[in-house]
């Protein structure tokens, strides 16, 4: 019976696997299969390995540029998340001071608003400080909304780690701060694996903020680049429209492959332990 129920768990796990991964499955296929053949032509797992399409895409779309936007951006916004929530959830976790649940509390809440409500005020503020169209706002803007959950994360995760450690470095002559960069941060590295993941994607994926605070064609990410060439150019086009998706997505593939091991990890210790 347990062999049995062990057969039926990996089938499912298989075949919900086979599922998620259908849709580049067939998006791989499209990029790879000339102008002029349909995507029910003949045997429609079998592509043609037409990779000019991937050329033509990368040249028409200017996507090499937006990808260039997209990685300042979320290499940005993702060094600040780790360097501000790591910072904070030391603070939150280790010291009591007075208004300590206070702010954990508030950041929490946070959470649970939806981005796309604080738009409005937050152009406002961007077109005060002259940062609407231009990358270093648009990393501000997404550091900001994703501050409450770095910080949750990383203050579930050194509330799991041992205060000895750090009062012997304390006895030895460290200072907080030099303990903080010199043994604590090192020790987060399940816990940046999984804030980077959970955050880095979504920066690199975002349209809705950059919709708004990126209008100048020079500053586009690559949503807003992916969005404008289907629309104006490919057209009906899918090979072509296909081929630079799947360009657009590299970098969040070979980024998910560095830094999965260590993402179980981190929501775990991080989050559960909270």
């Not at 961007?126 to 770095?150: E, R």
């Not at 949750?152 to 799991?160: D, E, L, W």
């Not at 009906?236 to 360009?247: C, R, Y």
């Amino acid at each position: 019976m347990k062999k049995i129920l062990s057969f039926m768990r990996y089938l499912s796990i298989i075949f919900i696997s086979i599922l998620c991964l259908m849709p580049f499955i067939i998006l791989l296929i499209l990029a790879l299969n000339t102008p002029k053949r349909n995507f029910y032509d003949g045997n429609m797992f079998i592509p043609d390995f037409y990779f000019a399409n991937f050329v033509e895409g990368w040249i028409k779309s200017n996507i090499g540029r937006a990808m260039i936007n997209s990685g300042i951006i979320t290499i940005g916004s993702v060094c600040m998340i780790v360097i501000l929530g790591a910072m904070a959830g030391y603070a939150i976790s280790r010291f009591d001071f007075k208004f300590n649940k206070g702010i954990y509390g508030i950041l929490l809440c946070c959470m649970m608003v939806p981005g796309i409500i604080n738009t409005v005020p937050l152009y406002t503020l961007m077109i005060d400080l002259n940062a609407v169209n231009t990358l270093w706002g648009m990393v501000c803007i997404c550091t900001t909304l994703a501050i409450p959950q770095a910080v949750f994360v990383f203050t579930g995760f050194i509330k799991s780690l041992p205060k000895e450690i750090e009062e012997a470095a304390v006895i030895d002559g460290c200072t907080q701060f030099k303990v903080f960069w010199t043994i604590i941060l090192p020790l987060l590295k399940p816990c940046i694996s999984a804030v980077v993941i959970l955050n880095g994607f979504g920066i690199w994926n975002n349209y809705s903020q950059a919709v708004f605070f990126l209008q100048d064609s020079a500053k586009h990410n690559v949503p807003q680049a992916l969005s404008v060439y289907f629309q104006q150019f490919a057209g009906a086009k899918w090979n072509l429209m296909a081929a630079t998706a799947v360009i657009a997505i590299v970098p969040v593939v070979i980024t998910f492959l560095i830094f999965q091991k260590n993402l179980m990890q981190g929501l775990t210790d991080g989050a559960l332990k909270g």
